[in-house]
């Protein structure tokens, strides 16, 4: 395997794990319109992810950081091409980490509420526009022989785009839900439980529907049909499988179920795009792959190197902060 | 002073500023982009200042009170109870 092919797979893993982590806090940060009922509620669940969410959002610099130091020409074309949807994603980003922090800083109704809702359109936006993202990338954008997107509104939002971005986004929310089953108590617990039961068949449905839209849009079923076909297979098992565990109360078990069937997403999205990088809806000779969008053999190289390295440190501080915090949050002696 | 210093280079002697421009990002969308961060940035660093006056004005609250001992070794049992 060629370096190059390797940071495909390593930047596969990074957006796989920022979905996983900060897919839940996404999906806590909706439930605090959706489930909460009262402040001390949208409190709760702000602490549930309290320590975690940052470190969740790191995996997402990671993966821009090693497609512009890997892929530049990935990079390049991909961050011009999505400049505005992108923009909107930062605002989101920069409005929801403050909001954590401010929300608590004054007591007035009025202050916690706006901030509060700067943290539900923070947690939804950046998920939906994700999803639009990597669906209309799979789908194909007008680029040109010099690898610049001159796209369109319909290339961004389209009947396939938005139903990826409502999919993404479901799968987050279904994903927040199962993780405030696993740390909350009382009344929020069993409520996140309930309404688990009734997002996990939107979420089946958005996946079918995504996927049979995928058969019409992508090439996802003629490139490599032997790995696309299994996983898609295996992704609702997976979700039908969570019908049962939820049936069941087994909290830990389908969460993790969850983070597989998001694994299994977004691992399908990267299977259908290899060995390319970017799809030109103009003509497949326009299509950049990764080995046209690599950088030199001397930068992988040290990359890999520095990266191998500090890989052990990040997870190890990583799953620390997890296992610190793995006390359910009650209610009392809250910091947000 | 960096940024000015440095041009017409984005990269000194390899890259020049002309050279990397993205063409298909329009004038209209970085001032978009422009607007939307100094609005966020600024309306924030104001919010920032007022907690900030807020916090001096209430000014230094000295504890009378000891810290009880708690152990902050998270593989203790008794800690974050």
């Given at each position: ?325 793995r006390k359910r949050v009650n209610g009392k002696d809250m910091i947000y | 002073m960096t940024e000015i210093g440095r041009q017409p280079w984005t990269v000194f002697g390899l890259l020049t500023t002309a050279a990397s421009v993205s063409p298909n990002v329009s004038v209209e969308e970085l ?51």
């Amino acid at each position: 395997m060629e370096l190059s092919e390797l940071w495909f797979i390593i930047i596969a893993v990074l957006f796989i794990g920022f979905f996983f982590l900060e897919g839940f806090d996404f999906g806590v940060g909706m439930s605090t319109r959706t489930l909460a009922r009262n402040d001390l509620e949208r409190r709760m669940l702000i602490n549930s992810i309290g320590p975690f969410w940052d470190a969740n959002e790191v995996w997402l610099l990671t993966a821009g950081g090693a497609m512009f130091a890997a892929f530049p020409h990935w990079y390049a074309t991909m961050f011009s091409g999505y400049y505005v949807p992108l923009v909107i994603v930062l605002l989101a980003l920069i409005g929801r980490g403050v909001s954590f922090e401010f929300r608590g800083k004054e007591k007035a109704q009025g202050w916690k509420d706006s901030w509060d809702w700067v943290i539900f359109i923070g947690s939804i936006l950046p998920p939906f526009l994700f999803g639009v993202l990597f669906t209309s990338i799979l789908r194909g954008m007008p680029i040109n022989g010099e690898m610049h997107i001159y796209a369109g509104f319909s290339d961004y939002v389209n009947v396939y785009s938005v139903l990826g971005g409502v999919t993404v986004t479901l799968l987050c929310y279904l994903h927040g839900l199962l993780f405030v089953m696993l740390k909350t108590e009382g009344d929020l617990r069993v409520r996140a439980r309930k309404q688990a039961q009734k997002v996990i068949y939107a979420v089946l449905a958005s996946l079918v529907a995504f996927v049979g839209l995928s058969y019409v849009e992508t090439d996802m079923f003629v490139l490599r049909p032997e790995i696309t076909v299994p996983l898609i297979a295996l992704n609702v098992v997976v979700y039908v499988f969570i019908i049962l565990l939820l049936a069941k109360n087994k909290e830990g078990l389908s969460f993790t179920a969850s983070g597989i069937g998001i694994a299994l997403t977004v691992g399908l999205l990267f299977t259908t795009l290899f060995p390319r990088v970017m799809i030109s809806s103009i003509s497949s000779a326009n299509d950049i792959t990764l080995y046209a969008a690599a950088s030199g053999d001397y930068s992988l190289k040290v990359m890999t190197i520095v990266a191998v390295t500090l890989l052990p440190f990040v997870l190890g501080y990583q799953i620390w902060s997890y296992y610190v915090f793995r006390k359910r949050v009650n209610g009392k002696d809250m910091i947000y | 002073m960096t940024e000015i210093g440095r041009q017409p280079w984005t990269v000194f002697g390899l890259l020049t500023t002309a050279a990397s421009v993205s063409p298909n990002v329009s004038v209209e969308e970085l001032l978009f982009s422009l607007i939307a961060f100094t609005t966020i940035y600024t309306s924030l660093a104001l919010v920032l200042v007022y907690l900030f006056m807020r916090e001096i004005r209430k000014g230094v609250v000295y504890s009378t009170q000891e810290e009880p001992q708690v152990s902050v070794d998270p593989f203790d049992k008794g800690a974050y109870e």
